[in-house]
């Protein structure tokens, strides 16, 4: 086993389980409460699906840089959404404090953790690819001293 992949999957894999419970949350959410609330209802719904995508599609391999900063957009949006329910509201909805319970906190805790697998995951791989680069040559080219023979 290559001990070097190892800490890139367990990664992966993490950020998905992270990914897929929030979006287990949300998809719970919509279908017990908020699928009756305009707007709210098709965002959690959004969420959700996006978030199961997301889920999918990280472990099969190493994704782009471009999947991670969509999964870190998923998040950083349901941590967005969360806030502003409770403080400006979101389309006229807003909630009090840590309602429902458990729900939120448990959509805290995941958004959370897969933002901060996600930053772990770069981290490692901007250290990885530092670690693996060739020495930097000079760009200039070295002069070639060559004497032409006295006439």
């Known amino acids: ?5 190892l800490p890139a999957t367990a990664l992966r894999r993490a950020t998905a ?7 287990y949350i949300h998809a719970q959410l919509y279908i017990d409460e908020y699928r009756f ?5 098709p965002l959690f719904l959004l ?18 840089l471009l999947l991670r900063v969509v999964a870190a957009g998923v998040s950083l949006g349901a941590l967005g959404g969360f806030a502003a329910s409770r403080t ?5 909805f807003t909630e009090h404090g840590l309602q429902p319970a458990p729900q939120a906190v ?8 897969t ?3 996600l930053a772990t995951w770069q981290t490692t ?5 530092r670690a693996a680069r060739p020495p930097v040559r000079s760009p200039i080219p070295e002069r070639a001293t060559t004497r032409t023979p006295p006439s």
């Open 17 to 23: 389980a992270t990914l897929a419970a929030g979006g």
């Open 115 to 117: 933002l901060l697998l």
């Open 37 to 41: 609330i305009h707007v709210i209802g």
């Open 125 to 129: 791989m901007t250290t990885q690819h």
């Open 106 to 113: 448990l959509s805290l805790v995941a958004e959370t953790g």
């Open 88 to 92: 400006v509201g979101v389309f006229g």
């Open 47 to 64: 969420q959700a699906s996006a978030s199961f995508a997301l889920a999918a599609l990280l472990p099969a391999g190493t994704p782009p």
């Open 1 to 5: 086993m290559n001990t070097r992949r």
